[in-house]
């Protein structure tokens, strides 16, 4: 994948499907006075390129980002630091309610978003900086808050390992969500922090349906892979959550109980879940691809999705949005408290990896590299 790219404005792309992509178009960005629209001249072009559209490769550029700790104090996030060694995923999963942060690197929340890569080269060095800080105050930092830990560009990269070394070396406590296999990759060092009481990951199953994987999240793993994962994960002593999310209304709501069922099987020692969200530019986003894969069933989504936001796309209050009001809402967070309860996944916390039985005691700043020992550093005076 060769880094930086150069690539036509974002909403000049044609849109449609694309083998192993999620979004079908690529808006414009929302903070731009002009954007371009594909134009039909007459000559049955656009009309020939629709029909044979071609695959888009994905790019990479290094971010220039100078600390990669992310705070937030909201009230219904189980964390209040995360690390995140991309932006954008490849992953392509079309729901991502991270995709609207594209927009403020200047790209498109759509295509862009699964496409166009910005990784963090340094990062390891730059987190191991801001925790020599003095104050520093220790609590879980969280992996794959905003985009994949393990998407598939880090099997080249590393750069979600080197951040586990850094944490590992500091004693630091970590939660991980993800839903790709390739956390197996660090099975050495997750078991390690599992022993220490540092660690716990989350494997995110939105289906159990591979037909239905394929067109919602096209370059995860698949279920049965994920599901697999959190088996190996589990049966190494490292604690495991899934998390069923998120709930589409008509399209995978039916298969929560089951999702739960073969967690638990897995080794899963609690659930979460999290209805669908579609702020800002997803909404369209998600409507576009509903009427491409799901035409027969479109309205009916949309107006069940609606029912549960109070008559619109999404509602950002922090009471609700995770979860959702009415109804409908209410129905499905009945039919997740009777599994987690029957399955004995029902344990406090937030939805995700809970994070009180992590140990915050251990952390401690080890001496830098190239640094001796308080006594070496003594006798050398000698």
Known sequence: MPEGS????????????????????????RFDRLALEAFDDGWETLADSFAALPPLPTTLTKDSARTVIAWNNSPDVGFDRAVNPYRGCEHGCVYCY??????????????????????????????EKELRKPGYVPRPIALGSNTDPYQPVERQLKLTRAVLEVLERFGHPLTIVTKSAGVLRDLDILKRLAERRLVRVCISVTTLDAGLARILEPRAATPERRLAA???LAAAGIPTAVLAAP??????????ERILERASSQGASRAGYVLLRLPLEIAGLFEDW??????????????LVRQTRGGRAYDAGFAQRMSGTGPYAEMLAHRFRVAARRLGLDRAGPPGPGQESLDCAQFAVPPAAGVASGAARQLALF
Not at 19 to 27: H, I, S
Not at 98 to 127: N, Q
Not at 247 to 256: R, T
């Open 98 to 127: 991270a995709r609207p942060s594209h927009a403020y690197l200047g790209l498109s929340p759509g295509l862009d978003f699964e496409t166009r890569l910005i990784f963090k080269a340094d990062v390891a060095a730059l987190l």
């Open 290 to 303: 509903l009427r491409a894969h799901m035409p027969d069933r479109a309205e009916r989504v949309l107006s």
């Open 230 to 232: 959190l088996g190996a």
């Open 6 to 29: 150069i690539r036509p404005a974002a909403s000049a792309l044609l849109e449609g499907t694309r083998k192993g992509r999620g979004a079908t178009g690529n808006p414009p960005v």
């Open 247 to 256: 709930m589409i209304p008509a399209v995978n709501d039916m298969e929560l």
